[in-house]
């Protein structure tokens, strides 16, 4: 996939999940005050929060799809590196502020003032898990079919929204039964997997930015495509790195140390080429021929 049409599809997927988390936001903000559940209004401010996260996913798209430049001339890749690893923080502390609120609630134990929740509260929350869990996995294909760690981070942001209202959802039912304290243990458990996601997609990010080679399996796959040109009789040393979402790739194959210069250029040229045209993750590619013996 090219660039062009990597950066597209994150920005229209960012820009379809902005509408749908600033619609969203409202409907649970008006259910929250007409259905008489804090829990829903606190939900709402969280969907509200996502804007500005997917915003940051459109900012870190749009400077890694820049090309490369004088003072960047390998390009701008790792900006979305840096998208994710900000959206990964944000992630980690939207999980910490609802951890953080069912803890302090079960400590102090205040739950004598709890309103009722009216039905209205309880099909939004419904109606919030449902929809957040479906932007999830919209988001989530987009970012598996672009390669895109900040389109990654952000559908798991819109997965902790779908648990923090499944936590609502939990507290609503809880309120209605007379059982309160069941939204705040809901709470530590959603806490629990929003962080461990946060981590993950850190941990991705940072990785990405330390020149850490590409999987085993591409890797694999890229040796037994070289070894498969006529010509190339050995891979003396293969190595790859990921510069963003992208891969970088340093061959040295041997070919009959008695061939021509021209006829060894056309070898690695074709190893080049055909490196390209079978991995398009693969952004350059280093070709050095070593004389076979």
């Not at 502020?97 to 134990?109: P, V």
């Not at 939204?183 to 940072?206: E, K, R, T």
Request: hydrophobic share 50%; glycine share 6%; with cysteine.
């Amino acid at each position: 996939m090219q660039k062009s049409n990597l950066e597209k599809t994150a920005v229209r997927t960012s820009i379809v999940t902005i509408i749908i988390n600033a619609l969203l936001a409202l409907f649970k903000l008006l259910a929250g005050v007409f259905g008489a559940s804090i829990a829903l209004i606190s939900d709402a401010v969280h969907s509200a929060s996502d804007v500005f996260s997917t915003v940051i996913v459109i900012i870190g798209v749009k400077i890694s799809a820049k090309k490369a430049d004088k003072k960047h001339p390998f390009g701008h890749e790792r900006f979305e590196c840096v998208a994710a690893i900000l959206l990964a923080v944000v992630l980690c502390a939207t999980g910490a502020a609802i951890g953080y609120a069912g803890l302090t609630n079960i400590i102090s134990g205040e739950y004598k003032n709890f309103e009722i929740p009216k039905l209205i509260a309880l099909i939004a929350a419904g109606v919030s898990i449902v929809v957040k869990e479906l932007m999830f996995w919209y988001t989530w294909l987009a970012a598996k079919k672009v390669n895109s760690d900040a389109l990654k981070a952000d559908a798991w942001h819109h997965r902790s929204d779908a648990l923090s209202s499944i936590g609502s959802l939990i507290g609503v039912i809880g309120a209605m039964c007379g059982v309160p304290i069941l939204d705040s243990i809901a709470c530590l458990v959603i806490c629990l997997m929003i962080i461990i996601a946060a981590v993950q997609i850190f941990i991705g990010a940072i990785k990405k930015m330390t020149d850490e080679a590409c999987d085993e399996k591409t890797e694999s796959e890229i040796r037994d495509f070289i070894q498969s040109f006529e010509g190339v009789k050995r891979i003396d040393e293969l190595m790859t790195r990921m510069f963003g979402n992208r891969i970088y790739v340093i061959v040295e194959i041997a070919c009959d140390g008695e061939l021509s210069l021209i006829e060894s250029h056309e070898i690695a040229e074709d190893v080049h080429k055909g490196i390209e045209e079978k991995f398009p993750l693969v952004k350059h590619i280093t070709v050095h021929v070593n004389p076979f013996d």
